[in-house]
T-cell receptor, first 115, second 110 residues
Framework: LAKTTQPISMDSYEGQEVNITCSHN???????ITWYQQFPSQGPRFIIQ???TKVTNEVASLFIPADRKSSTLSLPRVSLSDTAVYYCLVGARMNYGGSQGNLIFGKGTKLSVKP | DTEVTQTPKHLVMGMTNKKSLKCEQH?????MYWYKQKAKKPPELMFV???????INESVPSRFSPECPNSSLLNLHLHALQPEDSALYLCASSHNTEAFFGQGTRLTVV
């Protein structure tokens, strides 16, 4: 599975846009990029997943350049409640044949949002 | 129902005890996972089940024994644990895209 590298921590203020970049130089053709959010003592929560270009949902956008060796999670107008650890995962989707899905976690980025 | 339910939420056990952690999902997911998470560390994959068969064991010590009785349930049997096994144990299920995680069981071994 492709290894990922993220900044250990980031600080922001309420109302700002936050961009967290993840490097995955060894990404394979079948790999997807998935981001999760985790609060202390809770299970991770899915944020967004993409394969190439740009994906947007109601909470975030994911930008993936053509070479797919990196990706950027964009959180618009963060609030205090967005303070959490954000994980970037890279791997193939789970197939019903039994292959492992993209659920190996790297070290994550601890985002602190200040008032 | 998009929930993964884990019980108990908290567990304290002695090193000679036998206990079990339970995980349940009713989303029809055929892949289920166990993770161990220590404080300020990322979740560490332990086991993966696919179609109720163990497909991945990440070199986990035999004092941890997983079981998948059916497609909705996943158990983790614990025996002769050590204090360093104290952690948050997370269960997840997946349907080929996103994974859903439970809230975890906080395990303390005394």
């Amino acid at each position: 599975l492709a290894k990922t590298t993220q900044p250990i921590s980031m600080d922001s203020y309420e109302g700002q846009e936050v961009n967290i970049t993840c490097s995955h130089n060894n990404i394979a053709t079948n790999d997807y990029i998935t981001w999760y959010q985790q609060f202390p003592s809770q299970g991770p929560r899915f944020i967004i997943q993409g394969y190439k270009t740009k994906v947007t949902n109601e909470v975030a956008s994911l930008f993936i350049p053509a070479d797919r060796k990196s990706s950027t999670l964009s959180l618009p107008r963060v609030s205090l409640s967005d303070t959490a650890v954000y994980y970037c995962l890279v791997g193939a989707r789970m197939n019903y044949g039994g292959s492992q899905g993209n659920l190996i976690f790297g070290k994550g980025t601890k985002l602190s949002v200040k008032p | 129902d998009t929930e993964v339910t884990q019980t108990p939420k908290h567990l304290v056990m002695g090193m000679t005890n036998k206990k079990s952690l339970k995980c349940e999902q009713h989303m029809g997911h055929r892949a289920m996972y166990w993770y161990k998470q220590k404080a300020k560390k990322p979740p560490e994959l332990m086991f993966v089940y696919s179609y109720e068969k163990l497909s991945i064991n990440e070199s986990v010590p035999s004092r941890f024994s997983p079981e998948c009785p059916n497609s909705s349930l996943l158990n983790l049997h614990l025996h002769a644990l050590q204090p360093e096994d104290s952690a948050l144990y997370l269960c997840a299920s997946s349907h080929n895209t996103e994974a859903f995680f439970g809230q975890g069981t906080r395990l303390t071994v005394v």
